[in-house]
């Protein structure tokens, strides 16, 4: 019984590891939480992306809906990024993750 837990939670943690995983989704999206932004916006944030890897980065979340594209009808060339709602739900990872990294931080240093 406890076995068949394990497996169906491993697989809904590999599910979410496919989405936002690697080096630099889990960053653009946390960027993306602030706020909409445009796409030098999010290539200034996370510093170190390639443009070539923030566009793929970007149509790969958008194609798992955690992120919107929309161009500004009134400008020619202005392309806005933002969470979607799904996107947004990622919010309290962000926030778990963020308290276990300060705390294993400190963890580290006062061991």
């Known amino acids: 019984m406890g076995i068949e837990i394990c497996k169906d939670s ?4 590999s599910d979410t590891m496919y989405v936002i995983g690697g080096k630099w989704k889990l960053p653009i999206v946390f960027a993306l939480s602030f706020g909409e932004m445009r796409y030098k916006d ?8 390639s443009p070539r890897m923030l566009s793929k980065e970007l149509k790969e979340l958008e194609m798992n809906k955690i992120v ?3 161009e500004d009808p009134n ?3 202005k392309v806005l990024y933002s969470l979607t709602d799904h996107g947004e739900s990622l919010k309290p990872v962000f926030e778990n993750l963020k308290e ?3 705390f294993h931080k400190k963890k580290i240093l006062h061991s």
């Open 42 to 49: 999010i290539e200034e944030a996370v510093e170190g992306i």
């Open 10 to 13: 491993l697989k809904a943690i």
């Open 75 to 77: 400008t020619k060339y």
């Open 68 to 70: 919107n594209r929309a």
């Open 100 to 102: 276990w990294g300060i």
